[in-house]
Protein backbone atom coordinates (compact mmCIF):
# COMPACT_ATOMS: atom_id res chain seq x y z
CA UNK A 1 0.00 0.00 0.00
CA UNK A 2 0.82 3.43 -0.37
CA UNK A 3 -0.01 6.69 0.94
CA UNK A 4 0.78 10.11 -0.76
CA UNK A 5 0.77 13.63 1.17
CA UNK A 6 0.40 16.82 -0.47
CA UNK A 7 1.52 20.35 1.59
CA UNK A 8 2.64 23.64 0.02
CA UNK A 9 -0.88 25.15 -1.08
CA UNK A 10 -1.97 28.24 -0.80
CA UNK A 11 -3.03 31.66 -1.33
CA UNK A 12 -1.26 33.87 -3.83
CA UNK A 13 -1.07 37.00 -6.48
CA UNK A 14 -1.05 36.20 -9.91
CA UNK A 15 2.53 35.93 -11.00
CA UNK A 16 3.99 34.71 -7.42
CA UNK A 17 5.32 31.35 -6.82
CA UNK A 18 4.49 28.17 -4.70
CA UNK A 19 5.99 25.11 -4.24
CA UNK A 20 3.90 21.79 -3.91
CA UNK A 21 5.21 18.94 -1.73
CA UNK A 22 4.27 15.25 -2.25
CA UNK A 23 5.36 12.76 0.59
CA UNK A 24 4.88 8.60 -0.02
CA UNK A 25 5.41 5.94 2.24
CA UNK A 26 4.64 2.59 2.33
CA UNK A 27 5.53 0.07 -1.27
CA UNK A 28 6.84 2.97 -3.09
CA UNK A 29 9.22 1.09 -4.68
CA UNK A 30 6.35 -0.58 -7.22
CA UNK A 31 6.07 2.76 -8.19
CA UNK A 32 7.64 4.16 -11.13
CA UNK A 33 6.02 7.03 -11.78
CA UNK A 34 4.42 10.17 -9.90
CA UNK A 35 1.74 12.61 -11.36
CA UNK A 36 0.30 16.03 -10.58
CA UNK A 37 -2.88 16.66 -11.42
CA UNK A 38 -5.49 19.82 -10.25
CA UNK A 39 -9.12 19.88 -10.44
CA UNK A 40 -11.32 23.54 -10.45
CA UNK A 41 -14.79 24.06 -9.06
CA UNK A 42 -16.78 22.50 -11.79
CA UNK A 43 -14.10 21.19 -13.66
CA UNK A 44 -12.93 17.42 -14.63
CA UNK A 45 -9.62 16.57 -13.06
CA UNK A 46 -6.59 17.18 -15.24
CA UNK A 47 -3.00 16.54 -15.90
CA UNK A 48 -0.54 19.11 -15.05
CA UNK A 49 2.67 17.27 -14.83
CA UNK A 50 4.39 13.64 -14.19
CA UNK A 51 7.97 12.14 -13.47
CA UNK A 52 9.50 9.01 -13.90
CA UNK A 53 12.76 8.66 -15.71
CA UNK A 54 11.53 11.77 -17.31
CA UNK A 55 9.80 14.57 -16.91
CA UNK A 56 6.34 16.21 -18.95
CA UNK A 57 4.14 18.90 -18.29
CA UNK A 58 0.69 19.73 -19.75
CA UNK A 59 1.18 22.58 -22.58
CA UNK A 60 -1.30 24.77 -19.45
CA UNK A 61 2.07 24.85 -17.80
CA UNK A 62 4.82 23.88 -19.30
CA UNK A 63 7.58 26.47 -19.31
CA UNK A 64 6.21 27.93 -15.84
CA UNK A 65 5.94 24.62 -13.79
CA UNK A 66 8.64 22.14 -12.97
CA UNK A 67 8.10 19.16 -11.23
CA UNK A 68 10.86 17.11 -9.76
CA UNK A 69 11.93 14.72 -7.01
CA UNK A 70 14.10 13.88 -3.72
CA UNK A 71 14.41 10.23 -3.65
CA UNK A 72 16.39 9.78 -0.58
CA UNK A 73 13.14 11.34 0.89
CA UNK A 74 10.45 9.51 -1.32
CA UNK A 75 9.40 13.15 -1.94
CA UNK A 76 8.01 14.64 -5.32
CA UNK A 77 7.75 18.55 -5.89
CA UNK A 78 6.31 20.64 -8.21
CA UNK A 79 7.44 24.15 -8.78
CA UNK A 80 5.06 26.59 -9.42
CA UNK A 81 6.16 30.16 -11.30
CA UNK A 82 3.83 32.87 -12.80
CA UNK A 83 0.91 31.59 -11.54
CA UNK A 84 -2.50 32.73 -13.27
CA UNK A 85 -6.07 33.08 -11.39
CA UNK A 86 -6.73 29.91 -14.32
CA UNK A 87 -4.34 27.54 -12.03
CA UNK A 88 -6.66 28.23 -8.94
CA UNK A 89 -7.52 24.39 -8.47
CA UNK A 90 -7.15 21.97 -5.95
CA UNK A 91 -3.99 19.56 -6.69
CA UNK A 92 -3.41 16.00 -6.25
CA UNK A 93 0.04 14.15 -6.55
CA UNK A 94 -0.86 10.36 -7.84
CA UNK A 95 1.30 7.27 -8.16
CA UNK A 96 1.11 3.98 -9.90
CA UNK A 97 2.88 2.43 -12.64
CA UNK A 98 1.38 3.87 -16.28
CA UNK A 99 3.52 2.01 -19.01
CA UNK A 100 2.55 4.16 -21.80
CA UNK A 101 2.65 7.72 -22.35
CA UNK A 102 -1.11 8.09 -22.45
CA UNK A 103 -1.27 6.65 -19.38
CA UNK A 104 1.24 8.68 -17.29
CA UNK A 105 -1.25 11.70 -18.68
CA UNK A 106 -4.53 10.37 -17.46
CA UNK A 107 -6.12 9.47 -13.94
CA UNK A 108 -6.44 5.85 -15.02
CA UNK A 109 -2.94 5.36 -15.26
CA UNK A 110 -2.70 5.95 -11.41
CA UNK A 111 -3.39 3.59 -8.39
CA UNK A 112 -2.77 5.93 -5.12
CA UNK A 113 -3.71 9.77 -4.84
CA UNK A 114 -3.12 11.91 -2.36
CA UNK A 115 -5.78 14.08 -0.58
CA UNK A 116 -5.26 17.72 -2.48
CA UNK A 117 -3.95 20.53 -1.49
CA UNK A 118 -5.73 24.05 -2.53
CA UNK A 119 -3.89 26.34 -4.65
CA UNK A 120 -5.69 29.67 -5.30
CA UNK A 121 -4.17 32.56 -7.39
CA UNK A 122 -5.79 36.11 -7.07
CA UNK A 123 -5.89 38.29 -9.52
Known amino acids: QVQLVESGGGLVQAGGSLRLSCAAS????????VGWFRQAPGKEREFVAF?????YYADSVNGRFTISRDSAENTVYLHMTSLKPDDTAVYYC???????????????????WGQGTQVTVSS
Open 94 to 112: AAGSPITFRQRMGVRGYDY
Open 26 to 33: GRTFTMNT
Open 51 to 55: ISITA
